[in-house]
RNA sequence: GGCCCCGUGGUGCAACGGUUAGCACGCGGCCCUUUCAAGGCCGAAAUACGGGUUCGAUUCCCGUCGGGGCUACCA
């Protein structure tokens, strides 16, 4: 027993910041996180920025940003590795001291390139390279005038093992793992010693964090061999593996811009409720053991297992999460729907204070009544925008379509007439004058009804019509139907 | 090219040697109806292919094919 299985698991979330938030890296991330709360332990945020080159410090805003919108919340960090420079340095001073590693003189460029720069997979040339291992392992450097890179020395002979959760029993020959570069040689000339690779920084920060469980994508399957050397080299206990499928785009290749929607800042932007989208990402590679998919955030932590992830690569299908979005939409109780809505009418410049103050209950049934009829939280402000502000378009399609019948403005004045002197403003009488008024003009009700939906809402679109008339008020809708009557014409 | 992983309807998942192969999304139809949704009902649609093992294979083994990953001084 060490301590930290007495406190419980740890877990980390480690993004690069070459990039924003994806969808994939989300998955690992709500997969941690949910192991974490399922077992009690902490799950802790780690920023991968050891690759300079590459790196835009201006993009690890904008994933914790995304963490947070996903309320993906994590108990430590983030901690950055660019910070912990002298602590990966260490570490490959104490693997070379120990002959665990040697120096490379070697120049980059002769790793560089090849079929590891042939992204597409298909065709191209692909070189025939075999697993690096240098004259330099043996002490006799190529070019000795080179600044020294540290690479690992793979123990030949012998074979590596690891379980995995969800792979299970992986072993690998040591002859099919390379020499791996644990240090880069030093850029600057002043320089002392290089930047870490991955392999290094990413076994160094887990020892040290004690992380009992590496959870991430199955990309990096095939490299962890190297890990368990790494941390047996140096000494350390080797943590627990679970590797999580894939997630491709709709062909079944790596998800890429070109799918569409990748960031998950994206989703965000487009209305998508949080716990729709942790819903649906979670479905990706796992499931409750049965036929349940509508599961709520708590229920998921209740249910999550490693042991009941998939090995099978999933494609990220955008009609569900839509179909989800609309779940959520309607089952949600409409209080926890209630801030969501004020945000996106905030964002849209139609919030007003009283809806959270003296007009709360009005702004809650018009939420509810509303809901039924939205896939995305915008709705709100888009076509329902005549429920929260008297400026509103009328929609070219609505009008097309209802406002035909050259009858209707004599129809709808006389309609506005009678509902301005209506003794009661109820549902049941604002219906008895609408149909009593078809009746004596001979018409069917329906034609004044959806002509009338137009002019009070704009849309063809909405709520049922009386339901709309006591939501809006009888002075908003006589006052609707009596500007809509110049505008009919045209 | 080498090493490895995966393969149930179009998509996400169930069935972990014995089911008429189940659920959901999407799709088609019907019902409901005042528009559009939601909801209800019905329907089309799958075990990649070929060999084994077995009384019996979606399930176990081998091969083929297909997809994916790794093979960087990227992560």
Not at 52 to 74: A, Q, Y
Not at 156 to 176: A, C, K, P, S
Not at 221 to 238: C, D, F, M
Not at 270 to 290: I, K, M, V, Y
Request: proline residues 6%.
């Amino acid at each position: 027993m060490t301590s930290s299985t007495l406190k419980g698991p740890r877990v980390r979330f480690a993004p690069s910041p070459t990039g924003y938030l994806h969808v994939g890296g989300a998955r690992t991330a709500l997969f941690n996180w949910l192991f974490a709360k399922r077992e009690g332990g902490t799950f802790i945020l780690r920023v991968e920025d050891t690759d300079v080159e590459r790196n835009r410090p201006e993009l690890v805003d904008g994933i914790l940003e995304s963490m947070r919108w996903l309320g993906l919340g994590w108990d430590e960090g983030p901690v950055f590795q660019s910070q912990r420079m002298a602590l990966y340095r260490a570490a490959g001073e104490r693997l070379l001291a120990a002959s665990a590693a040697y120096l490379c003189y070697c120049p980059p460029e002769r790793y560089a390139g090849g079929d590891a720069a042939d992204e597409s997979g298909a065709g191209g040339a692909h070189a025939v390279r075999r697993v690096t291992r240098c004259s330099c392992r043996e002490g006799r450097p190529m070019d000795p005038n080179q600044k020294p890179a540290i690479r690992f020395r793979t123990p030949l002979g012998t074979t590596t093992v690891f379980e995995d959760i969800v792979f299970g029993r992986r072993e690998v020959t040591n002859e099919e793992i390379e020499d791996f570069v644990l240090l880069r040689s030093p850029k600057e000339a002043g320089a002392e010693s290089g930047l870490p690779t991955y392999q290094l920084g990413a076994v160094v920060d887990d020892i040290d964090m004690r992380i009992t469980h590496v959870i991430r994508g199955a990309d990096h399957l095939s490299n962890t061999p190297k890990q368990v050397l790494l941390y047996r080299a140096l000494g350390a206990e080797v943590p627990a593996f679970a590797h999580l499928p894939l997630i491709l785009g709709a062909d079944r290749t790596r998800m890429s811009k070109r799918h569409g929607a990748t960031s998950v800042a994206s989703y965000h932007e487009e209305g998508f409720l949080p716990e729709a989208f942790r819903n649906f990402l979670c479905l990706l590679g796992w499931s409750a053991g049965n036929d349940t998919e509508f599961l709520r955030t708590s229920e998921l932590v209740k249910r999550f297992s490693l042991d009941a992830v998939s090995r099978t690569n999933a494609v990220f299908d955008r009609p569900k999460l839509e179909w989800f979005n609309t779940q959520y939409l309607q089952q949600l109780p409409v209080e926890e729907l209630l801030p969501e809505v004020q945000s996106e009418l905030e964002r849209a410049g139609l919030w007003r204070a009283e809806w959270a103050g003296a007009e709360r209950a009005w702004f809650t049934h018009t939420v509810d009544l509303l809901r039924p009829r939205t896939r995305l939280l915008p709705d709100f402000s888009h076509w329902a925008r005549a429920f929260f502000s008297d400026t509103f378009d009328y929609d070219p399609q609505a009008k097309e379509k209802f406002w035909k019948d050259e009858r209707l403005p004599a129809m709808l004045g006389k309609l506005a007439d009678a509902l301005a002197t209506l003794p009661e403003w109820n549902h049941d009488a604002c219906e008895h004058a609408l149909r009593g008024l078809a009746e004596v003009e001979g018409v069917k009700a329906g034609l004044l009804i959806n002509a009338t939906r137009v002019a009070i809402v704009g849309q063809a679109v909405a709520p049922p019509l009386f339901e709309t008339f006591l939501v809006l008020g009888r002075q908003k809708v006589v006052e609707r139907l009596r500007r809509a009557l110049p505008a009919m014409h045209a």
